[in-house]
Nanobody, 119 residues
Framework: QVQLVESGGGLVQAGGSLRLSCAAS????????MGWYRQAPGKQRELVAA???????NYADSAKGRFIISRDNAKNTVYLQMNSLKAEDTAVYYC?????????????WGQGTQVTVSS
């Protein structure tokens, strides 16, 4: 079983930056499309940013111009650089990765990391 471990969340003042990481560990797998989602209290989980295996990216309107998603295939890691953070960015952030093994392809979620932006 491939596990996804997230890190980098925390408390930051409005206007500050954070960098989230999501690392996959296990054996005999590759990663295809990756994405970062977030869920604020009382709200549905929403896509923040995504990156394909070819490196194409797309962003939610709320993230455009402030967040950057990237990936390091050698390290099996996806990142989310978040700049100019706002109070409304406060949420639990989850990575989602399409994992490919010899027998199947499936999506897996990270455990989530809390991001709190104080105004």
């Amino acid at each position: 079983q491939v596990q996804l471990v997230e890190s980098g969340g925390g408390l930051v003042q409005a206007g500050g930056s954070l960098r989230l990481s999501c690392a996959a560990s296990g054996s005999r797998f590759s990663m295809s499309d990756m994405g970062w989602y977030r869920q604020a209290p009382g709200k549905q989980r929403e896509l923040v940013a995504a990156i394909t295996s070819g490196g194409s990216t797309n962003y939610a309107d709320s993230a455009k111009g402030r967040f950057i998603i990237s990936r390091d295939n050698a390290k099996n890691t996806v990142y989310l650089q978040m700049n100019s953070l706002k109070a409304e960015d406060t949420a639990v952030y989850y990575c989602n990765v399409e994992l490919i093994t010899a027998s199947r392809a499936y999506h897996n979620w990270g455990q989530g990391t809390q991001v709190t932006v104080s105004s």
